[in-house]
Protein backbone atom coordinates (compact mmCIF):
# COMPACT_ATOMS: atom_id res chain seq x y z
CA UNK A 1 0.00 0.00 0.00
CA UNK A 2 2.72 2.10 0.97
CA UNK A 3 4.57 1.90 -2.70
CA UNK A 4 1.21 2.47 -4.23
CA UNK A 5 0.90 5.78 -2.59
CA UNK A 6 4.42 6.53 -2.94
CA UNK A 7 3.95 5.96 -6.54
CA UNK A 8 0.82 7.73 -7.03
CA UNK A 9 2.39 11.03 -5.37
CA UNK A 10 5.53 10.46 -8.01
CA UNK A 11 3.14 10.67 -10.64
CA UNK A 12 1.11 13.42 -9.24
CA UNK A 13 4.44 15.53 -8.75
CA UNK A 14 5.24 14.82 -12.78
CA UNK A 15 1.77 16.08 -14.22
CA UNK A 16 2.19 19.52 -11.48
CA UNK A 17 5.53 20.07 -13.15
CA UNK A 18 4.76 18.65 -16.79
CA UNK A 19 1.40 21.63 -15.96
CA UNK A 20 3.87 24.29 -14.93
CA UNK A 21 5.60 27.20 -16.55
CA UNK A 22 9.68 26.67 -16.94
CA UNK A 23 10.46 29.99 -17.18
CA UNK A 24 11.41 32.15 -14.40
CA UNK A 25 9.84 35.39 -13.37
CA UNK A 26 8.12 35.49 -16.79
CA UNK A 27 5.81 38.31 -16.24
CA UNK A 28 8.93 40.79 -15.65
CA UNK A 29 7.62 41.75 -11.88
CA UNK A 30 10.06 40.48 -9.39
CA UNK A 31 13.11 42.91 -9.68
CA UNK A 32 16.43 43.43 -7.81
CA UNK A 33 16.36 47.42 -7.80
CA UNK A 34 14.52 49.42 -10.17
CA UNK A 35 15.57 50.18 -13.47
CA UNK A 36 16.82 53.75 -14.01
CA UNK A 37 18.57 53.47 -17.46
CA UNK A 38 18.19 51.80 -20.51
CA UNK A 39 19.80 48.36 -20.14
CA UNK A 40 19.09 47.54 -17.11
CA UNK A 41 18.07 43.89 -17.67
CA UNK A 42 20.09 42.63 -15.17
CA UNK A 43 17.83 44.28 -12.34
CA UNK A 44 15.15 42.04 -13.81
CA UNK A 45 15.72 38.46 -11.41
CA UNK A 46 16.11 35.64 -13.66
CA UNK A 47 16.94 37.53 -16.64
CA UNK A 48 20.24 38.71 -18.40
CA UNK A 49 21.39 40.02 -21.57
CA UNK A 50 22.43 37.28 -24.12
CA UNK A 51 23.13 39.72 -26.71
CA UNK A 52 22.92 43.50 -27.03
CA UNK A 53 21.29 45.93 -24.42
CA UNK A 54 17.43 44.67 -23.88
CA UNK A 55 15.81 47.09 -21.88
CA UNK A 56 13.57 46.56 -18.54
CA UNK A 57 11.02 49.07 -17.61
CA UNK A 58 8.92 48.91 -14.69
CA UNK A 59 6.36 51.38 -12.91
CA UNK A 60 8.76 51.70 -9.68
CA UNK A 61 11.10 53.23 -12.19
CA UNK A 62 11.64 56.88 -10.62
CA UNK A 63 12.80 58.00 -14.51
CA UNK A 64 10.69 58.03 -17.08
CA UNK A 65 13.06 56.45 -20.07
CA UNK A 66 12.66 53.19 -18.75
CA UNK A 67 9.31 53.51 -16.59
CA UNK A 68 5.91 52.01 -17.26
CA UNK A 69 3.33 52.96 -19.36
CA UNK A 70 5.05 55.91 -20.56
CA UNK A 71 9.32 55.32 -21.53
CA UNK A 72 11.21 56.33 -24.35
CA UNK A 73 10.10 54.44 -26.74
CA UNK A 74 6.42 54.91 -26.44
CA UNK A 75 3.72 54.07 -24.40
CA UNK A 76 2.54 51.36 -23.06
CA UNK A 77 0.84 49.42 -20.23
CA UNK A 78 1.94 45.79 -18.56
CA UNK A 79 -0.20 43.12 -19.98
CA UNK A 80 0.34 41.56 -16.48
CA UNK A 81 1.43 43.52 -13.47
CA UNK A 82 3.59 46.70 -13.34
CA UNK A 83 6.74 45.69 -15.83
CA UNK A 84 7.75 44.57 -19.07
CA UNK A 85 10.94 43.87 -21.05
CA UNK A 86 12.17 45.18 -24.54
CA UNK A 87 14.34 44.83 -27.33
CA UNK A 88 15.89 45.31 -30.81
CA UNK A 89 14.31 43.11 -33.19
CA UNK A 90 16.25 44.48 -36.35
CA UNK A 91 17.90 47.25 -37.16
CA UNK A 92 18.19 48.90 -41.19
CA UNK A 93 21.68 49.67 -40.85
CA UNK A 94 25.16 48.09 -39.60
CA UNK A 95 24.32 49.18 -35.78
CA UNK A 96 22.63 48.78 -33.40
CA UNK A 97 22.39 44.71 -33.50
CA UNK A 98 19.62 42.61 -32.97
CA UNK A 99 19.06 42.27 -28.97
CA UNK A 100 18.34 39.26 -26.86
CA UNK A 101 17.37 38.53 -23.57
CA UNK A 102 17.73 35.20 -21.90
CA UNK A 103 16.90 33.10 -18.75
CA UNK A 104 18.07 29.63 -17.04
CA UNK A 105 14.77 27.35 -17.55
CA UNK A 106 13.68 26.53 -14.06
CA UNK A 107 14.16 22.61 -15.05
CA UNK A 108 15.74 21.95 -18.70
CA UNK A 109 13.75 20.64 -21.41
CA UNK A 110 13.52 16.81 -22.05
CA UNK A 111 14.53 15.49 -25.66
CA UNK A 112 11.78 13.76 -27.82
CA UNK A 113 8.95 15.90 -24.80
CA UNK A 114 6.60 17.94 -26.98
CA UNK A 115 6.16 21.42 -25.58
CA UNK A 116 4.00 24.80 -26.13
CA UNK A 117 5.61 28.23 -26.25
CA UNK A 118 4.35 31.64 -26.05
CA UNK A 119 4.89 35.11 -25.20
CA UNK A 120 3.49 38.26 -25.78
CA UNK A 121 4.27 41.15 -28.64
CA UNK A 122 3.72 45.12 -28.59
CA UNK A 123 5.33 47.70 -31.16
CA UNK A 124 7.12 50.53 -29.78
CA UNK A 125 5.65 53.81 -31.34
CA UNK A 126 7.55 55.73 -33.96
CA UNK A 127 10.22 52.81 -35.13
CA UNK A 128 10.11 50.19 -37.99
CA UNK A 129 7.09 47.35 -37.81
CA UNK A 130 9.12 43.81 -38.70
CA UNK A 131 7.94 40.39 -37.99
CA UNK A 132 10.97 37.04 -37.00
CA UNK A 133 10.49 38.30 -32.67
CA UNK A 134 10.86 34.27 -31.59
CA UNK A 135 11.88 32.17 -28.81
CA UNK A 136 15.17 30.24 -28.91
CA UNK A 137 16.72 27.83 -26.41
CA UNK A 138 20.17 26.93 -26.05
CA UNK A 139 22.79 24.16 -23.83
CA UNK A 140 25.05 27.52 -23.34
CA UNK A 141 24.63 30.74 -22.16
CA UNK A 142 24.57 33.97 -24.26
CA UNK A 143 26.17 37.47 -23.33
CA UNK A 144 26.00 41.19 -24.86
CA UNK A 145 29.56 40.46 -26.39
CA UNK A 146 28.89 36.79 -27.12
CA UNK A 147 25.14 36.90 -28.92
CA UNK A 148 23.43 33.77 -30.23
CA UNK A 149 24.40 33.01 -34.08
CA UNK A 150 21.68 33.66 -36.45
CA UNK A 151 21.17 30.26 -37.52
CA UNK A 152 17.52 31.20 -39.66
CA UNK A 153 15.88 28.84 -36.99
CA UNK A 154 13.53 29.59 -33.91
CA UNK A 155 11.16 26.90 -31.75
CA UNK A 156 8.09 29.67 -32.03
CA UNK A 157 8.35 32.87 -34.06
CA UNK A 158 5.71 35.51 -36.10
CA UNK A 159 6.00 35.74 -39.62
CA UNK A 160 3.39 38.26 -39.32
CA UNK A 161 4.30 41.95 -39.04
CA UNK A 162 3.05 43.74 -35.98
CA UNK A 163 2.56 47.08 -35.77
CA UNK A 164 -0.40 48.13 -33.71
CA UNK A 165 1.58 49.99 -30.78
CA UNK A 166 -1.99 50.11 -28.63
CA UNK A 167 -2.42 46.09 -28.13
CA UNK A 168 -0.87 43.24 -27.03
CA UNK A 169 -0.23 40.50 -29.48
CA UNK A 170 0.50 36.59 -27.97
CA UNK A 171 2.60 34.85 -30.20
CA UNK A 172 2.27 30.67 -29.66
CA UNK A 173 3.51 27.19 -31.05
CA UNK A 174 4.89 24.03 -30.16
CA UNK A 175 8.12 22.21 -30.52
CA UNK A 176 9.85 19.23 -29.95
CA UNK A 177 12.67 19.28 -28.05
CA UNK A 178 15.92 17.73 -29.79
CA UNK A 179 17.82 18.29 -26.90
CA UNK A 180 17.76 18.95 -23.07
CA UNK A 181 17.99 23.12 -23.56
CA UNK A 182 18.48 24.40 -20.23
CA UNK A 183 18.45 28.55 -21.75
CA UNK A 184 15.46 30.18 -23.12
CA UNK A 185 16.05 33.56 -25.13
CA UNK A 186 13.33 35.68 -26.71
CA UNK A 187 14.64 37.88 -30.12
CA UNK A 188 15.26 37.49 -34.06
CA UNK A 189 17.40 34.80 -34.69
CA UNK A 190 16.57 35.11 -38.76
CA UNK A 191 19.20 36.74 -41.22
CA UNK A 192 16.08 37.42 -44.00
CA UNK A 193 12.77 38.11 -43.21
CA UNK A 194 10.85 42.17 -43.50
CA UNK A 195 13.45 44.46 -42.14
CA UNK A 196 13.76 47.79 -42.02
CA UNK A 197 14.55 50.34 -44.57
CA UNK A 198 18.54 51.56 -45.11
CA UNK A 199 19.40 53.59 -43.06
CA UNK A 200 19.49 54.03 -39.16
CA UNK A 201 15.84 52.64 -38.39
CA UNK A 202 15.49 50.06 -35.70
CA UNK A 203 12.89 48.12 -34.80
CA UNK A 204 11.65 47.89 -31.21
CA UNK A 205 9.41 45.76 -29.30
CA UNK A 206 7.85 45.27 -25.56
CA UNK A 207 7.85 41.54 -24.61
CA UNK A 208 5.64 40.13 -21.26
CA UNK A 209 4.34 36.88 -20.34
CA UNK A 210 6.90 34.16 -21.38
CA UNK A 211 5.94 30.86 -21.58
CA UNK A 212 7.32 27.27 -22.07
CA UNK A 213 5.17 24.27 -20.66
CA UNK A 214 4.35 20.43 -21.31
CA UNK A 215 1.10 21.30 -21.39
CA UNK A 216 -0.90 23.95 -23.82
CA UNK A 217 -3.44 25.23 -21.19
CA UNK A 218 -0.68 26.32 -19.45
CA UNK A 219 0.75 29.29 -22.09
CA UNK A 220 -1.97 29.47 -24.58
CA UNK A 221 -4.67 32.46 -23.43
CA UNK A 222 -6.36 35.40 -25.00
CA UNK A 223 -4.93 38.32 -24.91
CA UNK A 224 -4.89 42.57 -25.33
CA UNK A 225 -5.26 44.90 -22.44
CA UNK A 226 -9.28 45.18 -22.97
CA UNK A 227 -9.59 41.29 -22.25
CA UNK A 228 -13.44 40.57 -22.37
CA UNK A 229 -15.54 39.41 -19.70
CA UNK A 230 -18.99 37.18 -20.69
CA UNK A 231 -19.59 36.69 -23.76
CA UNK A 232 -20.32 40.28 -25.05
CA UNK A 233 -17.50 40.70 -27.95
CA UNK A 234 -16.20 44.19 -28.45
CA UNK A 235 -14.40 45.28 -31.30
CA UNK A 236 -12.74 49.11 -31.77
CA UNK A 237 -11.34 49.69 -34.99
CA UNK A 238 -9.60 50.81 -37.46
CA UNK A 239 -6.93 51.06 -34.51
CA UNK A 240 -4.79 53.42 -35.22
CA UNK A 241 -8.01 55.80 -36.22
CA UNK A 242 -7.79 59.24 -37.96
CA UNK A 243 -11.05 60.55 -38.86
CA UNK A 244 -13.71 58.28 -37.69
CA UNK A 245 -13.44 55.49 -35.03
CA UNK A 246 -15.98 52.83 -34.56
CA UNK A 247 -17.15 50.87 -31.86
CA UNK A 248 -18.97 47.43 -32.27
CA UNK A 249 -20.65 45.20 -29.41
CA UNK A 250 -21.84 41.38 -30.34
CA UNK A 251 -25.05 42.25 -28.64
CA UNK A 252 -28.32 44.55 -29.30
CA UNK A 253 -28.37 45.85 -25.97
CA UNK A 254 -28.00 49.37 -24.12
CA UNK A 255 -24.15 50.22 -23.71
CA UNK A 256 -22.54 53.53 -23.18
CA UNK A 257 -19.11 54.21 -24.45
CA UNK A 258 -16.72 56.61 -22.65
CA UNK A 259 -13.46 58.00 -23.70
CA UNK A 260 -9.99 59.79 -21.97
CA UNK A 261 -7.44 61.30 -22.91
CA UNK A 262 -3.89 60.63 -21.69
CA UNK A 263 -4.45 62.17 -18.42
CA UNK A 264 -7.19 60.32 -17.96
CA UNK A 265 -9.59 63.68 -18.36
CA UNK A 266 -12.89 62.45 -19.98
CA UNK A 267 -13.27 63.73 -23.15
CA UNK A 268 -16.72 62.00 -24.53
CA UNK A 269 -19.55 59.68 -22.83
CA UNK A 270 -22.28 58.55 -25.12
CA UNK A 271 -24.63 55.66 -25.21
CA UNK A 272 -25.55 53.72 -27.62
CA UNK A 273 -26.79 50.08 -28.78
CA UNK A 274 -24.66 48.27 -31.11
CA UNK A 275 -22.92 50.38 -32.92
CA UNK A 276 -21.55 54.20 -32.10
CA UNK A 277 -19.32 55.70 -34.85
CA UNK A 278 -17.90 58.89 -33.44
CA UNK A 279 -16.04 62.00 -35.53
CA UNK A 280 -12.75 62.37 -34.45
CA UNK A 281 -11.84 64.79 -36.72
CA UNK A 282 -11.49 67.42 -33.89
CA UNK A 283 -9.09 64.68 -31.96
CA UNK A 284 -5.28 65.72 -31.63
CA UNK A 285 -2.91 62.94 -32.43
CA UNK A 286 -1.82 60.66 -29.59
CA UNK A 287 -2.98 58.25 -27.17
CA UNK A 288 -6.30 58.07 -26.13
CA UNK A 289 -7.82 55.25 -23.73
CA UNK A 290 -11.98 53.89 -23.68
CA UNK A 291 -14.29 51.81 -21.84
CA UNK A 292 -17.50 50.72 -22.33
CA UNK A 293 -20.38 48.76 -20.15
CA UNK A 294 -23.50 47.61 -20.05
CA UNK A 295 -26.06 47.89 -17.38
CA UNK A 296 -24.26 45.34 -15.50
CA UNK A 297 -20.58 45.69 -15.71
CA UNK A 298 -17.77 46.44 -17.85
CA UNK A 299 -17.47 45.23 -21.38
CA UNK A 300 -14.47 46.17 -22.12
CA UNK A 301 -11.28 48.23 -22.16
CA UNK A 302 -8.61 49.31 -24.05
CA UNK A 303 -5.98 51.80 -25.47
CA UNK A 304 -6.41 53.31 -29.04
CA UNK A 305 -3.97 55.84 -30.97
CA UNK A 306 -4.71 58.54 -33.69
CA UNK A 307 -2.57 58.78 -36.02
Not at 15 to 24: F, T, Y
Not at 104 to 133: D, E, H, R
Not at 273 to 294: A, H, M, P, R, W
Amino acid sequence: MKTIISTSLLMLSLLKLNAQSLVPNPSFENFINCPVNHGDINQCMGWSSFGGNPDYFNACSPDTMVSVPKNDFGYQYAATGNAYCGFINASGGPAPAPEYLGATLLQPLVTGQKYFASFKISFASSYCATNKMGIGFSTVPYNSSNPPPLNNNAFVYTDSIISDTANWYQITGSFVADSDYTYIMIGNFFTNGSGCPAGTYVSYYYVEDVCVSADSLTCYSTVDIHELNNSNKLIAFPNPFAEVLTIKTSKNEKSELVLYDITSRKLLQQKFINTVTLNTSDLVKGIYFYEVKNENNVIGKGKLVKE
